[in-house]
């Protein structure tokens, strides 16, 4: 299926994919209108503390650990993309810290990365999430972009079902929601997708300039607007509800890091988000006629935002898809 500008495009969801996506196309002339009924910052794109973190991740998530090359690639799309944003990037790092044992060990994975061994991690980055939301919202409407409160319901070709009753005309769907599209009523590659809930701590912040993120065992602390200490990964669960007994392990590795902190006072943020069994999202036409996914990121929404924006557009306008297109398939999880 190959679309012209000027076709209507329903975007499903106003987090990082959907936000990029939604400005990719349109800035290409597409017609698009987003669709989510949670307020602007109000998901897990907005809780998130902005990691562009390639490395870290391959790291210390297990998940991310064989596609450290196409995160580089992905991350390698960010000067460009926040530049025309008037985005702020943060190179300063990622900083080991943590007994000596955990930080041997972390040597030995680094090591077998091929990555440089030391104290500080230079390729990674950060942005600030929610000021990333709203610029990327501010072009998009600049650039022809409509956003509406409510959520989309279902699609059949060429109408998209919305949950307050109403149909509308578009010419394709792009699904970039989060748990709520589990249930696979829409594209049925998304019941593979399993949620998880993620808990931020945050207290206020210090001016202390471009400082690294720490990273210690069970634990990172993330310098911005206020101080991000995350993040729990809670496989299964996309409830919203603050759980203390969930934060109690990462209070206690915070507070290993940093006794001063006054971690009674932090505030909690909740997000839900969703992964495929390989950890890199849905990006491509899906088995329902005139749906696109771009879905599924882990914890990587930001980081493959760009990625995603522009292999969505490519897959519409007929254009060449790059190299990471096979490993993100949409429906590469389908049984032979």
Do not use: C
């Not at 597409?30 to 870290?56: H, R, Y």
């Not at 209070?251 to 006072?265: E, F, K, T, V």
Request: glycine share 10%.
């Amino acid at each position: 299926m190959k679309l012209r500008s000027g076709a209507r495009v329903a975007v499903a969801g106003a987090g990082a994919l959907g936000s990029a996506v939604t400005l990719r196309l349109a800035r290409l002339g597409f017609e698009v209108t987003v669709f989510d009924p949670s307020p602007p910052g109000v998901n897990a794109s907005g809780v998130a503390a902005g990691m562009l973190a390639p490395l870290s991740e391959a790291l210390f998530d297990p998940a991310s650990r064989h596609h450290l090359d196409l995160m580089r690639r992905a991350r390698a799309l960010w000067p460009d993309f926040a530049q025309a944003l008037g985005l702020m990037l943060v190179r300063s790092g990622v900083r080991i810290e943590g007994a000596d044992a955990w930080r041997r060990e972390v040597a030995t994975r680094l090591d077998a990365l091929g990555a440089p061994a030391g104290a500080l991690v230079v390729e990674d980055w950060r942005i600030d999430a929610r000021q990333a939301l709203e610029a990327l919202h501010e072009a998009a409407r600049q650039a022809g972009a409509e956003f509406r409160s409510v959520a989309v319901q279902g699609f059949e070709p060429g109408v998209v079902e919305l949950a307050d009753g109403r149909r509308e005309a578009f010419d394709a769907l792009v699904l970039a929601t989060g748990p709520g599209v589990r249930h696979g009523g829409i594209a049925p590659e998304t019941s593979t997708l399993e949620p998880i809930k993620g808990q931020i701590l945050r207290l206020p912040e210090r001016d202390e300039g471009e400082t690294p993120v720490v990273r210690g065992e069970g634990v990172y602390l993330a310098p911005g607007a206020s101080l991000a200490i995350g993040a729990t990964m809670e496989h299964g669960r996309d409830d919203l509800a603050p759980d203390p007994a969930a934060t109690r392990a990462l209070r206690a590795a915070a507070a290993m890091l940093r006794p001063d902190l006054d971690l009674d006072s932090a505030a909690v943020d909740v997000g839900v988000r969703v992964t495929t069994p390989d950890g890199l999202p849905l990006v491509g036409w899906s088995q329902t006629p005139g749906v696109m996914l771009a879905v599924g990121a882990r914890r990587n929404g930001w980081l493959f935002a760009p990625l995603v924006a522009d292999m969505v557009a490519a897959y519409l306008t007929g254009d060449n898809l790059g190299q990471d297109a096979t490993a993100m398939y949409a429906r590469r999880f389908e049984k032979p």
